[in-house]
């Protein structure tokens, strides 16, 4: 597996992917000390969060994003979408491996590149957002040496009212 800078027609492949998820826990607050050893079990159910090729093939044209995939099989199975925040900070705006390319070390490459990405920008960190019910997701950021820095139980109020969903932030400071 190698990762590389994203091109315009990476963009149909990826859309071939699956990036869905199996939601079997939901992280639990207080979301401090050991928080995800508490993560309870749910009825399992599907997750998706979509695929947009216009929104990623938009960081390809803004010298402040990026846009880099990795490669199995000689054709893209996963991608990581990078900007600069408004506090100086790379952000992850997405991370996403088809599901039968998690566990190989490809979101690990992915998150390595945005590391290099950083640093050559000359940012401090990292920081990405993610969910409660992402507990698979929560777990690799952890092993990446992120940290918890804060949640908000009210974001996504407007997308799904009465969500039991809770946003988390994590930051890696380089």
């Given at each position: 597996m190698k990762v590389r800078p994203a091109r315009q027609e990476d963009t149909a492949a990826l859309a071939a992917c699956d990036f869905s998820f199996l939601v079997t826990r939901e992280a639990m607050p207080p979301f401090e000390?050991?928080?995800?050893?508490?993560?309870?079990?749910?009825?399992?159910?599907?997750?998706?969060?979509?695929?947009?090729?216009?929104?990623l093939a938009s960081c390809l044209e803004d010298e402040d994003k990026?846009?880099?995939?990795?490669?199995?099989?000689?054709?893209?199975?996963g991608y990581i979408a990078l900007s600069t925040g408004w506090n100086n900070l790379a952000f992850i705006d997405d991370l996403a491996v088809?599901?039968?390319?998690?566990?190989?070390?490809?979101a690990q490459r992915l998150m390595q590149q945005a590391i290099q990405w950083t640093r050559e920008k000359g940012l401090p960190g990292l920081r990405l957002e993610t969910q409660t019910n992402n507990v698979a997701a929560c777990r690799f950021y952890l092993r990446q040496?992120?940290?918890?820095g804060g949640h908000d139980r009210r974001l996504y109020e407007g997308l799904s009212p009465g969500t039991r969903e809770t946003a988390l932030f994590f930051y890696r400071f380089l």
């Open positions: 000390d050991e928080w995800l050893a508490h993560a309870r079990p749910v009825e399992p159910y599907p997750k998706s969060y979509g695929f947009d090729a216009a929104e990026a846009l880099f995939v990795v490669i199995g099989d000689e054709t893209p199975v088809d599901a039968e390319w998690r566990g190989t070390g490809a040496g992120f940290v918890l």
